[in-house]
């Protein structure tokens, strides 16, 4: 009997990126998939319900523990794919000696320098969360600066053009993700870690999902190892060079 699985991907170009990895192994050991592509708490939604069978990926415990808390014993963590964790940063052509900490932000010279409009992704992400803490813990409204919602090609759109200008601007971001492939961005420091250092992007799949899955495929599952500057390049591959997931995962060296 074929199996059959759902895959609730995260709809970000780096969850993609890293779901086609797992669609090939799946796909490798005989199992059908289907793919959803949706925001972050209906990932969690769809998973909980049942109409999800594996989610890529839940970052724990600081970006998605919350979501997945409810959950927790309906599903299993398979491995852990790689080791992200959220950043605000800069272009490396601001000086470091004028910004090199979050709290630098607030100096009179560097808010005169900086562009005001933060411009962040959708507000379920962990890094659009950290980022309303931070605002508010620098107190940088105060100092003239906006944090903006907005989608993934807006913040990209926004830093580019930044960039373009050799503007001052800050970016809140995250590792791996495809930025770092083409441009040099450096980590702004964060002593009080609002930003929740590194977490771990861990595949989960139903515990009723795993009963269904042949051994082979959980155990090549289980052992799946991408790594940050794998996945930062498979990302590139998928956001700026247009392949399809499942031909990036074909890049990968073996």
Excluded at 58 to 65: D, E, I, M, N, R
Excluded at 120 to 133: D, E, H, K, T, V
Excluded at 182 to 202: F, M, Q, V, W, Y
Aim: glycine share 6%; with cysteine; hydrophobic share 45%.
């Amino acid at each position: 009997m074929t199996v059959h699985l759902t895959l609730i991907t995260i709809d970000l170009s780096f969850h993609a990126a890293s779901a086609g990895v797992v669609a090939a192994v799946l796909q490798k050991h005989g199992v059908t998939v289907s793919e959803w592509r949706v925001p972050h708490e209906r990932a969690f939604e769809l998973l909980a319900s049942g109409q999800g069978d594996l989610l890529c990926s839940a970052w724990l415990p600081g970006s998605h523990g919350a979501y997945l808390a409810p959950i927790e014993e309906q599903v299993e963590k398979l491995t852990v794919l790689y080791t992200p964790y959220a950043l605000w940063g800069v272009p490396d052509y601001v000086p470091p000696e004028a910004v090199s900490t979050l709290a630098d932000l607030r100096k009179p010279e560097v808010a005169a320098r900086m562009a005001k409009t933060i411009q962040g992704i959708n507000p379920g992400a962990g890094i659009s969360r950290f980022s309303l803490q931070i605002m508010a813990r620098y107190q940088l409204e105060q100092a003239g600066y906006a944090f903006r919602h907005g989608s993934l090609d807006d913040c990209v759109a926004a830093f580019e053009q930044a960039v373009a200008r050799r503007d001052w601007a800050v970016v809140p971001l995250w590792q791996p993700q495809y930025l770092h492939w083409s441009h040099r961005i450096r980590e702004l420091a964060d002593p009080e870690g609002l930003l929740r250092g590194r977490d771990e992007a861990t595949l989960l799949i139903r515990k009723d999902a795993l009963a269904r899955l042949p051994e082979a495929a959980a155990s090549e599952l289980r052992g799946l190892r991408l790594g940050n500057q794998a996945l930062t390049y498979l990302d590139h591959l998928v956001a700026r060079q247009g392949l399809d997931p499942l031909a990036a995962a074909s890049r990968l060296p073996a």
